[in-house]
């Protein structure tokens, strides 16, 4: 079994590898692309302008389900649920009734329905697997997990 693992894991850093490779190709070609159309005709002959590639990966880094009042109230809701969630609750319907008063009752309404959506995705930790293969790295299945491959062996009564 041993021997298994520490194939598995040679196969796995060689493909990190060639997936990194293959990265950094595929994005310096599609970066020179992007550069070069997005330059003005007369000025396709000169170079690129690099900071357009930066910006592209600044927007990239950004996060907003990382902003400050979203982590906050986290961090707030790991140490006390209880009290945090009767103080957003006491904000909300203050909130609610405010906006009611203004007439944008129904936007607000929506805004804070976004808002919990938001707040109740969590977040997990490292090497914490997701139930979703596509989010984990080298889209690793759950142990177990039901695969088209599974149901059309079992429907067409195949051997492994």
């Not at 990265?23 to 005709?41: F, G, H």
């Not at 880094?61 to 707030?76: T, V």
Request: aromatic content about 12%; hydrophobic content about 40%; some cysteine.
């Amino acid at each position: 079994m041993d021997k298994v693992r520490a194939d598995l894991e040679a196969y796995r850093q060689r493909k990190r590898e060639e997936d990194a490779a293959a990265a950094v190709v595929t994005s310096k070609s599609i970066e020179e692309e992007v550069l070069y159309y997005l330059q003005p005709k007369r000025r396709r002959s000169e170079s690129a302008r690099p900071w357009i590639a930066h910006a592209y990966q600044l927007l990239d880094a950004i996060d907003p389900l990382d902003a400050w009042p979203l982590r906050k109230w986290r961090s707030s809701f790991d140490q006390s649920p209880t009290a945090t969630l009767a103080a957003t609750a006491l904000l909300y319907l203050v909130g609610q009734i405010y906006f009611v008063w203004i007439e944008f009752g129904a936007v607000f309404f929506v805004f804070a329905c976004l808002t919990g959506i938001c707040l109740g995705l969590g977040s997990r930790r490292q090497g914490e697997v997701s139930a979703y293969s596509v989010f984990n790295s080298n889209c690793e299945r759950l142990l177990g997990s039901m695969t088209a491959e599974h149901f059309e062996r079992d429907m067409l009564h195949r051997k492994n």
